[in-house]
């Protein structure tokens, strides 16, 4: 084999592959425009009436309209794009794109005469089984789209162009449920939620007054039992309370320590992951949990540190086969109660947050602490393979 090619063929496999990105963001431009320009408003609606939240079409009649005015353009869309693409450059390989829109084209067509409609993998009908994957788009990730909001959620195979606008998650109309919801950073949550259409729910175990038109409810340590009925209609549900005893290393301060921050979350997490019972909930709701950037770095506290890394361990085995998505909130030091001598600013953080889960970051980290942005990924990357081969 001659290896001085390696370096040639190297490039020629990368503009192929540009080329196919290029494509599916020219779908994705075409969706948009589907939402937001009044000429292709009406084939794409069609496309939204023609299905039910179990993915069934509506009838087969609405579906060849719908194959016929939204799916046949977007895919001559696509197929004229490449060419375009490809004709102007002069790079030859860039011809991937079109062979790649024909693809989608072909079976677009059949689809509109009724024909190969199983090609239509994205609508596949019965129950959703996967989670929404990050990267690449399933039917669970599309599903919301249809019936979660239909101004997010835009992307057809890749989620770069979400990812870019912020529309990976809408939180518009949904019920978000916040434990540590007196503290500073649960404060500013709350407002940074409720600035994007979120219905909140403050749980505190504090007699603080909240906002007119917060939700409050009283809970306790060790009766989180009682949570269960109001969580059963929650969407978000965000792990957000802790202590923090400092430099105590008593027998009493230890058991405070694990009871609050890693046991009675745990046991939150637990009860809000058996409310996932219906299929739309696998695409609904979520876990956030606050296990903060001691996971990987001193947090001058060791038995802060000790319990939240218990907590960080234990999210990331039980992740493994969770029924919906966990994000972990991987903070830095921020001004609050807990530490009076944070840098960041509660709302600064609270903001940051928001927008990497919508973002559909799953590990959402803001700190000031370059290293944990190294170091944290690392970690959950090789305890999460440790985990996977050593436990079922
Ligand atoms: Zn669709
Ligand atoms: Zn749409």
């Not at 490039?11 to 540009?18: K, T």
């Not at 609405?62 to 197929?79: F, G, R, S, T």
Request: charged letters at 20%; proline letters at 4%; aromatic letters at 10%.
């Amino acid at each position: 084999m001659d290896f001085s090619l390696l370096p040639q063929i190297a490039i020629q496999c990368l503009l192929g592959a540009s080329a196919i990105v290029f494509t599916e963001l020219v779908r994705d431009a075409y969706h948009i425009a589907g939402h937001y320009w009044q000429p292709l408003k009406r084939g794409h609606n069609l496309h939204h009436k023609a299905y039910r939240p179990d993915l069934t079409i509506t009838s087969l009649e609405m579906y060849q309209k719908a194959q016929l005015n939204n799916d046949v353009p977007e895919a001559i869309a696509m197929l004229g794009a490449a060419a375009i693409l490809a004709a102007c450059t002069q790079l030859p390989v860039l011809w991937i794109g079109c062979l790649y829109s024909l693809v989608f084209l072909i079976p677009a067509v059949a689809r509109s005469q009724g024909l190969l409609l199983q090609t239509d993998v994205t609508h596949k009908p019965g129950d959703l089984i996967e989670l929404p994957k990050p990267w690449i788009v399933n039917r669970t990730y599309h599903w919301r789209h249809h019936f979660d909001d239909q101004n997010a959620y835009y992307c057809g195979h890749f989620t770069i162009v979400d990812k870019l606008l912020g529309t990976s998650l809408a939180l518009k109309g949904k019920t978000v449920a916040i434990t540590g919801a007196s503290g500073a950073l649960g404060q500013a949550l709350i407002a940074e939620l409720s600035k994007h259409g979120a219905k909140v729910v403050a749980l505190t175990t504090s007699d603080r007054a909240f906002a007119e038109g917060i939700e409050v409810l009283h809970w306790q340590i060790g009766a989180e039992e009682e949570l269960r009925s109001r969580l059963q209609k929650v969407d978000i549900f965000i792990l957000n309370h802790g202590v923090n005893v400092y430099g105590d290393r008593t027998p009493a301060a230890i058991q405070t320590s694990y009871e609050v921050n890693t046991f009675s979350t745990w046991r939150l997490a637990e009860l809000f992951l058996e409310t996932v019972t219906e299929s739309s909930h696998k695409a609904l709701k979520e876990l956030w949990i606050n296990t903060s950037e001691a996971e990987v770095n001193p947090a001058l506290s060791p038995l802060y540190e000790l319990s939240k890394r218990a907590l960080g361990d234990l999210i990331t085995l039980r992740r493994l086969d969770a029924p919906c998505i966990i994000r972990k909130l991987v903070l830095g030091p921020f001004k609050s109660q807990l530490n009076p001598y944070g840098v960041m600013s509660a709302s600064g953080v609270a903001w940051a947050i928001v927008a990497l889960a919508k973002r559909d970051f799953r590990d959402i980290i803001v700190t000031i602490n370059p290293i944990t942005y190294i170091l944290f990924p690392i970690k959950e990357f090789f305890q999460s393979l440790y985990f996977r081969l050593f436990s079922k």
